[in-house]
């Protein structure tokens, strides 16, 4: 076989299975070295957590890098059982050998510290970081290849606008949880014309307690190919009475919305979410998500209700986490219910907070609701 083939057969193996396909044969012994993906998850490090111990794996890993003679062009590290020198190792190889993908991932406390290394791998093209502290360099000058971001729990340090800023060809930006002390100007993402997937905290945005459903809107419009939308509402505050105004502009491109953190019993929000929700007149999948665990307010205050435009939305599939039946949940479902006769399913993950009982009855109230749709199906798991 060439070994061309031979190398994306050993990329589909395990790493640990990749390296004792070299016991094959003699013609095998080396094949491995050509591996263009290093995958050190889970699953490596309990491997050899089972055969080796925990004390042995920078040697393993240093003794496996220095067999490797390809440029490589994706890697998923998790750092937590890694000391600090065996990450900075790790990381200034990837850099060399012109990383293309890269994920990071940590459990750590406190955050493991990212090297500089990282930041002069000019080839990466995506970029994947979780769980640890991201510090660009005065020096730092950019990814000028980076097509896609995603930083979750981390703690970003230095100004984000100018990291940004620094990364001019970014198609996918996920923010969603991010530590950060600053402020994020909407101009400084409108700038990413080629951007279709956005995920951002609402409160990191320069506009924060006095924004309205109209400062979505004038930064969603310089984003015309934006496919894919997700806001987390974590202390975020709308202006009262900003919820339900109408923007002129129409998103074609849009298909898909998370909305996550929500507190339902925030008549404010829901409106402002409700109005974004039928503001996107092609979005075909829907995912909204309360806040786990919260008691909510005793005195809710209900969604300004607004009348049902049959037939007007072409959601295909809406999910709910965190599901309370509260008034105003049981609102949205069944408005999405009413307006949206392509529906094929809604799916409903219940809080943990409501007894196997109420869960019942919920279930038992939801299924008689009206659909638009004749085949959409309500999963209650």
């Known amino acids: 076989m060439p070994d061309s083939v031979v190398t994306n057969i050993l990329q589909r193996l395990p790493l640990q299975d990749a390296v004792r396909t070299g016991i094959l044969s003699r013609n095998w012994r080396f094949k491995w070295t050509m591996l263009t ?4 998850d889970t699953n490596f490090f309990a491997h050899l ?11 393993i890993i240093s003794r496996l890098l220095l067999h490797l003679n390809s440029t490589m062009t ?13 990450i900075h190792h790790l990381i200034l190889f990837l850099s060399e050998k012109g990383i293309k993908d890269l994920t990071l991932t940590s459990w750590c406390k406190p955050q493991v510290k990212l090297p500089t290394h990282l930041f002069s791998s000019l080839e990466l093209k995506h970029l994947n970081i979780s769980g640890c502290c991201f510090n660009p360099p005065p020096s730092f000058r950019g990814f000028p290849n980076l097509l896609s971001l995603e930083l979750c729990n981390v703690q970003f340090g230095g100004d984000l606008g100018e990291f940004l800023a620094q990364c001019p060809l970014l198609e996918s930006l996920d923010l969603g949880y991010l530590s950060y002390s600053g402020n994020l100007k909407p101009a400084e993402i409108a700038k990413f014309e080629n951007l279709k997937i956005l995920s951002l905290s609402l409160c990191h945005l320069e506009t924060t307690t006095t924004t309205s459903s109209c400062d979505i809107f004038e930064l969603l419009r310089y984003l015309p190919k934006l496919q894919e939308l997700g806001l987390d509402f974590h202390d975020y505050t709308l202006i009262e009475g900003g919820a339900r105004k109408k923007f002129p502009t129409a998103f074609p491109s849009l298909k898909a919305i998370k909305l996550t953190r929500i507190r339902f019993s925030n008549g404010v929000v829901l409106s402002f979410a409700l109005e974004t929700i039928r503001h996107f007149s092609n979005l075909q999948t829907l995912e909204i998500t309360g806040i786990m665990h919260l008691v909510d307010d005793p005195v809710p205050v209900l969604i300004p209700i607004p009348e049902v435009e049959y037939n007007t939305m072409e959601l ?7 599901f309370k039946g509260s008034e105003n949940e049981v609102y949205l479902l069944k408005y999405f219910l009413a307006c949206s006769p392509s529906l094929k399913k809604i799916v409903i993950h219940p809080d943990w907070s409501l007894a196997l009982g109420e869960q019942f009855m919920l279930a ?12 959409a199906e309500i999963h209650f798991d």
Do not use: W, Y
């Not at 295909?316 to 965190?322: A, C, H, I, P, Q």
């Not at 299924?367 to 749709?373: D, E, F, N, P, V």
């Open 37 to 40: 993906q290093l995958i050190f």
């Open 49 to 59: 957590i089972e055969r080796r111990g925990e004390n042995t794996f920078g040697m």
């Open 74 to 86: 994706k890697s998923v590290l998790v750092l937590t059982l890694l000391d600090v020198v065996d």
């Open 316 to 322: 295909r599939s809406v999910v709910f986490n965190d």
């Open 364 to 375: 038992k109230k939801l299924l008689k609701l009206h659909r638009a749709s004749p085949i």
